[in-house]
Every structure is written in structure tokens, then in C-alpha cells.
């Protein structure tokens, strides 16, 4: 079965470069979420959108923006970089919006910021 | 504000042998689910499990299972007959269950380490 496609797989940038992080959700879903997980941290919720449209808005720092295509692929894009932006950037979808429709979780994309 | 605690950051166990990871939350819904999702070295979120907070019953999945407290808002996952491939992190999780765009609100984790 498809699964959720996140693209770098793996980033390396430098301190105040910018970075593009793409989502390609399972075919069918129309809700993506982004969550972020420092090391050793547990993840934490980003930014998420419902048929294109911004959904629900969490940590996510201003020099971030995201949004989702007419395709519902998503972009997260990443300026000013900072060294505590390095992080793995993971990308779920889901058939639908409420609790019980499951997220599916990407691989994540893994960002170092040197 | 939603908050999840797991007191246990790491956990082992042998081989078949039965382990339970513990999870504690503090929230003012009334409606919610809870998870259990499984990170391995791959770090892949894969979820394991999951309970709706109206369901009186406590899910079970294959090796799986929960025992649910809504009242002590208590949610820990019983892992039986351990296996090798059950190393992993496992982080529990609530998502609220208005209507809306749900996000997870994960607790910081359990390292479980199964050996042989």
C-alpha cells in the first residue's frame, strides 16, 4: 500500500540558509499535519491543512510557512535558519478531518543546521 | 491545555515475557481518544493502538492491549509475549475529539528494550 512520501530524506544547511520540506500524502487524503521532534524530544505539532486550507496552527515559529497544493502535497518552508531547528520534521496525513480518522506518518525528513 | 506524562523513560524486558508502559494525562474534555504509537530505530510513527474515551472497553490489538482509567486518567499499554521487534520508543498520545482538524499531543516517551 502507498504510504506517506517525505522528501529530503535528509537535509544538511547552514545557519541562516533556507530549507524546503515536501509531504506527499497517501492518494486519497486530503488532511496533512506537520510535528517536529527535536532530539530526544517527543513530537511536536506544527501546522496542519484541510483541502488546501490552513487548519490548526500550533509552535510552529513565524520564519516558518507551509502550505498544501492543489494535489494536497505540502511544503514546509524554512527561513532563517537557526542551530535548534535541527530536527526531524515528520509529515502525516489522514482520509478526512476529526479524531478518528488515523494519521499516517511518513518516514520524516531529518534537518541538521550547522 | 492537553498534557501527557510517561514516568518511565526506559523499560526492559526479556523475550516473551509481558511488559506494561505507563501513561498519565491531564485534560478538561470530556470526549478524546488516546494512542500508543511505536517509533523504531527507523523512526518511523507507527501507530499500535488506539481508545476512544466513551468506549468502556479497553482495545486490544493482536499482543496489544490497554487498560483505560478515565477517572484516574490513566492509559497504559500491556505488551504480552515480547518480541525482539518490539524495541522501540513508544509514545502515548491524546487528540481531542471536537469536530475540527485534530493534532496529537504526544507524552516524551518509553524506551523499551526487549532482549533475548
Known amino acids: 500500500a502507498a504510504g506517506v512520501i517525505q522528501s529530503p530524506r535528509h537535509l544538511i544547511k547552514e545557519k541562516r540558509e533556507t530549507a524546503t520540506l515536501k509531504c506527499y500524502p497517501i492518494p486519497r487524503h486530503d488532511t496533512v499535519y506537520w510535528y517536529q521532534q527535536g532530539p530526544g524530544q517527543d513530537p511536536q505539532f506544527l501546522i496542519s491543512f484541510y483541502e488546501k486550507m490552513q487548519s490548526d496552527k500550533g509552535s510552529i515559529p513565524d520564519r516558518f510557512s507551509a502550505q498544501q497544493f492543489s494535489d494536497y502535497h505540502s511544503e514546509l518552508n524554512m527561513s532563517s535558519l537557526e542551530l535548534g531547528d535541527s530536527a526531524l520534521y515528520f509529515c502525516?496525513?489522514?482520509?478526512?478531518?476529526?479524531?478518528?480518522?488515523?494519521?499516517?506518518f511518513g518516514p520524516g525528513t531529518r534537518l541538521t543546521v550547522l | 491545555a492537553q498534557t501527557v506524562t510517561q514516568s518511565q523513560p526506559e523499560m526492559s524486558v526479556q523475550e516473551a515475557e509481558t511488559v506494561t508502559l505507563s501513561c498519565t494525562y491531564d485534560?478538561?474534555?470530556?470526549?478524546?481518544?488516546l494512542f500508543w504509537y511505536k517509533q523504531p530505530p527507523s523512526r518511523q510513527m507507527i501507530l499500535v493502538i488506539r481508545q476512544e474515551a466513551y468506549k468502556q472497553q479497553n482495545a486490544t490489538e493482536n499482543r496489544f492491549s490497554v487498560n483505560f482509567q478515565k477517572a484516574a486518567k490513566s492509559f497504559s499499554l500491556k505488551i504480552s509475549d515480547s518480541q525482539l521487534g518490539d524495541t522501540a520508543m513508544y509514545f502515548c498520545?491524546?487528540?481531542?475529539?471536537?469536530?475540527?482538524?485534530?493534532?496529537?499531543?504526544f507524552g516524551t516517551g518509553t524506551r523499551l528494550l526487549v532482549s533475548p
Open positions: 502525516a496525513s489522514s482520509l478526512g478531518r476529526g479524531a478518528y480518522n488515523e494519521q499516517f
Open positions: 485534560t478538561s474534555e470530556n470526549n478524546y481518544y
Open positions: 498520545a491524546f487528540m481531542k475529539q471536537n469536530t475540527g482538524f485534530q493534532k496529537l499531543v
